[in-house]
């Protein structure tokens, strides 16, 4: 690369150079024209020209008087060195020398950031097996809780069976329903035999449905759902009290009171009986207290007579909910006694007789 012309930095001039140059300054004569054409520039090999530049004097001389000497540096200080400290290259040679005591005392510090430090690359590279383990472990824990739990609950005498109590019968005495299942007293709750429970209460024919319920830790309820009779079918021993399945509940020689007579061709459980029940069980209980017979010659001819005479033509048992509701307005609007039949076999266009 060439340098600009006329820009190359001069040297600094010497007091004997300077000298000198004061010297060849003065003009002489024949000298003077040979000293110019050696003052003349020069080129280098870069053809260049260059030309010395001369400072003043003066300024060689201020120049040279303001630089100061230069005073070398003073090393700085350093801490006294520790028994404990061990011997560095920067320490200085009056540092105290690393005793046999706090070099026991170094190898152990660093024995034990050691061990850490591998304990902890071991706990960062084994995260995933330690998190698999404590699930395992965490489920076999609530496994065992809840097996021990069962174990418990089930073989414990503190679920033995103490108490049983028995809810809504009225026709069945409860003693006796407590007594037929006395045999299950001392059971634990859970190992309670309801297949017992449902052959002791079959016994009582009276009882058409029962749900048992267990309370810890000793009580078993039974809840009751009697049958409910609906009427009295003629035997040839006299009269039997039934429901609506044509289950006896009970017999006697006389007409149970209150209850109406059912008539059909086949007897209790035949389709005619079935369909008087459901009529019998359709009807309001202020119209049930006023029936005195039903009459069931077939399935679509159910036939009512109420106390006093009055006969009611029912038909099937279809619509019975609707038909009970239309006989109970007749019978409001024309009591018994005033009328001799009433027809609602068609409940859209009931007649009066």
Do not use: C
Not at 9 to 20: K, L, R, W, Y
Not at 141 to 150: H, M, R, W
Not at 168 to 194: K, Y
Not at 228 to 233: D, F, K, Q, S
């Amino acid at each position: 690369m060439r340098r600009p012309q006329g820009f190359d930095q001069p040297t600094a001039p010497t007091p004997e150079s300077a000298g000198s140059s004061a010297k060849s300054a003065k003009p002489a004569g024949r000298g003077g024209r040979r000293s110019a054409r050696s003052a003349a520039p020069t080129r280098g090999p870069d053809d260049t020209s260059t030309e010395p530049i001369a400072l003043p004097t003066a300024v060689q001389t201020a120049t040279t008087s303001t630089i100061a000497p230069v005073r070398p540096l003073r090393p700085p200080r350093q801490a006294p060195a520790t028994p404990d400290t061990p011997a560095t290259a920067d320490t200085p040679a009056t540092a105290t020398p690393l005793t046999p005591a706090g070099a026991r005392r170094k190898f152990r510090a660093a024995r034990r950031a050691r061990k850490l430090y591998e304990r902890e690359e071991v706990r960062r590279f084994t995260w995933r097996s330690r998190r698999r383990r404590n699930i395992w472990f965490a489920s076999l824990g609530v496994a065992a809780t809840l097996a021990a739990f069962v174990l418990v609950g089930v073989y414990s005498p503190l679920m033995a069976l103490k108490t049983i109590e028995v809810v809504g019968a009225s026709r069945v005495p409860a003693d006796q329903i407590q007594a037929a299942l006395g045999e299950q007293l001392g059971t634990p709750l859970p190992l309670v035999d309801f297949s017992l429970v449902k052959t002791e209460l079959s016994q009582f024919t009276l009882i058409r449905s029962y749900v048992t319920e267990s309370r810890p830790p000793g009580t078993l309820v039974v809840r009751i759902i009697e049958r409910e009779p609906i009427g009295a079918v003629v035997t040839p021993a006299g009269f039997d009290l039934v429901d609506a399945a044509g289950v006896v509940i009970q017999s006697g020689a006389e007409r149970p009171a209150g209850y109406a007579t059912i008539q059909a061709r086949a007897g209790a459980g035949s389709p005619g009986f079935r369909a008087a029940a459901a009529v019998v069980t359709a009807l309001p209980e202020g119209i049930r207290s006023q029936l005195d017979t039903v009459t069931a010659a077939t399935v679509d001819d159910v036939t009512l007579t109420l106390v006093g005479g009055a006969r009611v033509v029912w038909g099937s048992a279809e619509k019975s909910d609707y038909k009970a509701v239309v006989l109970a307005a007749l019978v409001v609007s024309h009591p018994v006694g005033s009328v001799g039949e009433y027809d609602v076999s068609s409940p859209d266009s009931a007649v009066l007789r």
